[in-house]
């Protein structure tokens, strides 16, 4: 079955500054997506990516998926309190049904 | 729009008890799902729709039963709850259509069994 780690687990960093999390895959993957959960809410879409090599951003989130669909990065750029929650990535290794696997989960904190 | 509604949002059970979760969208979407999340761990699929009156079992679906009469309700029954059961549980729902990927998420019932 589909198995995801997420690196780190937890990250603590001043505003500010910039952050990577990482997520593995141990199959190839159709489809990466990455959700933000804020504490004790439901998830909230990101984004997702598809083809090798994509990379997508929004306002100052941009996610990569590498060449081989494997790995995926997050990068938060001058994080503020806002980004604070769980960083979940998922994998759709459904062809179709978007049945989603779920890694475990970074937990960022962003100190003001 | 409302999106996904799950209620209750808070429940603790006795042992060997039943409960229905009940799970409402209001986006005419096609795909609903349940989930699981225990502390610390990420979110795992107990079933899943694709559409009413077709469901199918995920990740970790013993214990647990769903029904799809209608596009916008997919309740999921615990039929003997254990402790075991003691988890977050999340409905979502999706759109099946070229280029939307997208799952909308309840706010979750959390569940306490004793």
Request: charged share 20%; hydrophobic share 30%; proline share 4%.
């Amino acid at each position: 079955s589909q198995e995801l780690e997420q690196s780190p687990q937890s990250l603590i960093v001043q505003e500010g500054k910039n952050l990577t999390i990482n997520c593995t895959s141990s199959k190839t993957l159709y489809g990466l997506y990455w959700y933000k959960q804020k504490y004790g809410e439901g998830l909230i879409f990101l984004m997702m990516l598809q083809k090798g090599g994509e990379e997508k951003s929004h306002e100052k989130i941009t996610a990569k998926l590498d060449e081989k669909k494997q790995q995926s990065s997050l990068h938060i750029t001058a994080s503020q309190p806002s980004h604070a929650g769980i960083y979940l990535c998922g994998a759709d290794n459904s062809g179709g049904y978007q049945k989603v696997t779920f890694g475990t989960g970074t937990k960022l904190q962003v100190i003001p | 729009n409302a999106g996904v509604t799950q209620t209750p949002k808070f429940r603790i059970l006795k042992i060997g008890q039943s409960m229905t979760l009940q799970c409402t969208q209001d986006m005419n979407h096609n795909y609903m799902y349940w989930y699981r999340q225990d502390p610390g761990m990420g979110l795992k699929l107990i079933y899943y729709s694709v559409g009413a009156g077709i469901t199918d079992k995920g990740e970790v679906p013993n214990g647990y039963n769903v029904s799809r009469s209608t596009t916008e309700d997919f309740p999921l029954r615990l039929e003997l709850a254990a402790p075991s059961q003691t988890s977050v549980y999340f409905c979502a729902s999706s759109y099946a259509g070229q280029d939307t990927y997208e799952q909308y998420f309840g706010p979750g019932t959390r569940l306490t069994v004793t």
